[in-house]
């Protein structure tokens, strides 16, 4: 769909959903049974592809359309979160503390004739966190982190682990760009994130990525935040990587050619590895923003409803 077309039915209006390649992901089939459960005014979600280098005059567009559009209640993004917020922050009336200090917008939603923007990663992240890791689980065992990318979804999930009272020793972030490790640099200083818990490295090749996973104490998280294995093949890591010992292996996305979750996979039974896809975070990251866009609050009962309608649906 083109930034200037609208679905053919606007009864109710429509929400939106801006990514890449929008069309494939489970959320166009599960969004009309979720209309269904919750009472929304309207079963129509709209997919905005933009590619991945897209303009700044792109974004700027996109957002202007939802904001003058009457029919449209609001947006999910997900791969330009960051470059919404660097291109059209500034055509938004209020951002939330998240979107502001981690310099992304995953949420656009109106109130009136106001435009908001807020990150919802940081909270998302956590919430799919807590469904697959025991709670005492860095306190027990003295566990480490790698966040292999430091783009939006790293950085809520750096900034989250910061939040914890279980928090764990050590997070190191990778990144191949010296401009993203120092934009996470600047989230954890106005965050006030302890000294000593984040570590920044760059990695210009997988092997270097590899080193630093083989090196994190058994039972660590090792996490694929940088979007390779969705919306563009191949994997942050070889495939001769060695993981640590009962390693938990969390691969972000659910879709695509998700080379690190097969990494994972072909590792799981001689290394002991706990391998959790994207579905959960998937199914947090969307609920809490088609509550945010409808106004909705949201209970835990509310949210497995959710998740058992997605599984019919997927």
Same mark, same amino acid.
């Given at each position: @769909? &083109?930034?200037?077309?609208?679905?053919? &039915?606007?009864?109710?209006?429509? @929400?939106?959903?801006?990514?890449?390649?929008?069309?494939?992901?489970?959320? @166009?089939?599960?969004?009309?049974?979720?209309?269904?459960?919750?009472?929304?005014?309207?079963?129509?979600?709209?997919?905005?592809?933009?590619?991945?280098?897209?303009?700044?005059?792109?974004?700027?567009?996109?957002?202007?359309?939802?904001?003058?559009?009457?029919?449209?209640?609001?947006?999910?993004?997900?791969?330009?979160? @960051?470059?919404?917020?660097?291109?059209?922050?500034?055509?938004?009336?209020?951002?939330?503390?998240?979107?502001?200090?981690?310099?992304?917008?995953?949420?656009?939603?109106?109130?009136?004739?106001?435009?908001?923007?807020?990150?919802?990663?940081?909270?998302?992240?956590?919430?799919?966190?807590?469904?697959?890791?025991?709670?005492?689980?860095?306190?027990? &065992?003295?566990?480490?982190?790698?966040?292999?990318?430091?783009?939006?979804?790293?950085?809520?999930?750096?900034?989250?682990?910061?939040?914890?009272?279980?928090?764990? /020793?050590?997070?190191?972030?990778?990144?191949?760009?010296?401009?993203?490790?120092?934009?996470?640099?600047?989230?954890?200083?106005?965050?006030?994130?302890?000294?000593?818990?984040?570590?920044?490295?760059?990695?210009?090749?997988?092997?270097?990525?590899? /080193?630093?996973?083989?090196?994190?104490?058994?039972?660590?998280?090792?996490?694929?935040?940088?979007?390779?294995?969705?919306?563009?093949?191949?994997?942050?890591?070889?495939?001769?990587?060695?993981?640590?010992?009962?390693?938990?292996?969390?691969?972000?996305?659910?879709?695509?050619?998700?080379?690190?979750?097969?990494?994972?996979?072909?590792?799981?039974?001689?290394?002991?590895?706990?391998?959790?896809?994207?579905?959960?975070?998937?199914?947090?990251?969307?609920?809490?923003?088609?509550?945010?866009?409808?106004?909705?609050?949201?209970?835990?009962?509310?949210?497995?409803?959710?998740?058992?309608?997605?599984?019919?649906?997927?």
């Amino acid at each position: @769909m &083109t930034l200037t077309e609208t679905p053919a &039915t606007t009864t109710g209006g429509y @929400m939106g959903f801006i990514g890449v390649s929008t069309g494939s992901s489970s959320i @166009m089939r599960v969004f009309p049974a979720w209309a269904e459960v919750l009472g929304l005014p309207t079963a129509n979600l709209v997919g905005h592809d933009l590619p991945m280098d897209a303009t700044p005059a792109q974004y700027v567009a996109m957002v202007e359309q939802i904001r003058d559009d009457p029919h449209h209640r609001g947006a999910l993004v997900t791969t330009h979160k @960051m470059n919404v917020f660097a291109a059209a922050s500034d055509l938004f009336d209020e951002l939330d503390p998240f979107a502001v200090s981690c310099a992304e917008i995953s949420s656009i939603s109106k109130r009136g004739d106001r435009l908001i923007g807020r990150a919802k990663d940081p909270l998302t992240v956590d919430l799919a966190l807590n469904d697959f890791l025991p709670a005492d689980h860095f306190a027990r &065992t003295g566990a480490e982190v790698v966040i292999l990318g430091a783009g939006g979804s790293g950085t809520a999930l750096s900034w989250a682990l910061a939040e914890r009272a279980d928090a764990p /020793a050590k997070v190191t972030v990778t990144a191949r760009d010296d401009d993203a490790l120092a934009h996470l640099r600047e989230v954890h200083r106005q965050h006030g994130t302890p000294e000593g818990l984040l570590s920044y490295a760059r990695t210009d090749t997988v092997q270097e990525a590899a /080193a630093i996973v083989a090196s994190a104490p058994a039972g660590s998280l090792i996490v694929n935040a940088t979007g390779l294995g969705k919306d563009r093949p191949g994997s942050p890591l070889p495939d001769d990587v060695v993981f640590p010992e009962g390693a938990w292996v969390w691969e972000f996305n659910y879709r695509g050619s998700l080379e690190l979750l097969h990494q994972a996979r072909a590792q799981h039974a001689e290394r002991g590895l706990h391998v959790v896809d994207g579905w959960r975070y998937f199914i947090h990251g969307w609920s809490q923003v088609v509550a945010d866009v409808f106004e909705i609050d949201l209970t835990p009962e509310i949210v497995e409803r959710l998740a058992e309608a997605a599984e019919s649906a997927r």
